[in-house]
């Protein structure tokens, strides 16, 4: 159980173009999705916080304008990188987490993005 | 804002040798985690702890929730090759929907 996926695995693009990463929670309903960035040898970085039906919380320094989140069912969140610049090229994670007071994150195997 | 300290930054070990690392807090937390990180994955939950002074075991993982609930351990005991990775220690201080809190990760290498 707690399965979650990240499509793509792996994105190269161009820069001025955008990206989308979903994420889907496969055996459980996630009231709460999570974006972080990694750069290399380092930690997670949390972007935002998102509650499925409504908007999601950023963290201070993240564009909200640029890292387009959207959390449209208890399934389902998808980051879109707006206009890409290749220092948007980093490894994406999402994480899902239930309902229930004991519940923890669960990730996905994350997204590796090239910006060109 | 909350800040954890987790250590070793890194080990270099013999295989069968057994592995210990910490972290702490300089605030309280309600629940501890402990991820471990392949090279181009996700994190993956190797044990979650809710209670100071818990006691939790995985296989040869064991992790404690300090009786503080400003720290956590991880130990592992006769460590093999596929031990090789990453380590996070996070914590969590409110309630299921607050974020977490995540070490600066711990990086083991095993020697066969």
């Known amino acids: 159980g707690a399965v979650v996926s990240q499509h793509p695995s792996r994105v190269i693009c161009k820069s001025g173009t955008s990206v989308k990463i979903e994420c889907r929670s496969l055996d459980f309903q996630a009231t709460t999705m999570f974006w972080y960035r990694q750069f290399p040898k380092q930690s997670l970085m949390l972007m935002a916080t998102s509650n499925e039906g409504s908007k999601a919380t950023y963290e201070q320094g993240v564009e909200k304008d640029k890292f387009l989140i959207n959390h449209a069912s208890l399934t389902l969140s998808t980051l879109t990188v707006t206009s890409a610049h290749p220092e948007d090229s980093s490894f994406y994670i999402c994480?899902?987490?239930?309902?229930?007071?004991?519940?923890?994150?669960?990730f996905g195997p994350g997204t590796r993005l090239t910006v060109l | 804002g909350q800040q954890l300290n987790q250590s070793p930054q890194s080990m270099f070990i013999q295989e069968g040798e057994d592995v210990s690392m910490n972290c702490t807090s300089s605030s309280i937390f309600n629940t501890w985690l402990w991820y471990k990180q392949d090279p181009g994955e996700g994190p993956v939950l190797l044990i979650a702890?809710?209670?100071?002074?818990e006691l939790t075991s995985n296989g040869r993982l064991t992790a404690q929730f300090g009786i503080t609930r400003k720290d956590s351990f991880l130990n592992i005991s006769a460590s093999i090759p596929s031990d090789v990775g990453i380590y996070f220690c996070?914590?969590?201080?409110?309630?299921?929907?607050?974020?977490?809190?995540f070490g600066a990760g711990t990086i083991l290498r095993v020697k066969s």
């Open positions: 996070a914590g969590r201080s409110g309630g299921y929907g607050n974020k977490l809190v």
């Open positions: 994480s899902a987490q239930g309902g229930q007071s004991t519940d923890t994150q669960y």
């Open positions: 702890l809710y209670k100071a002074g």
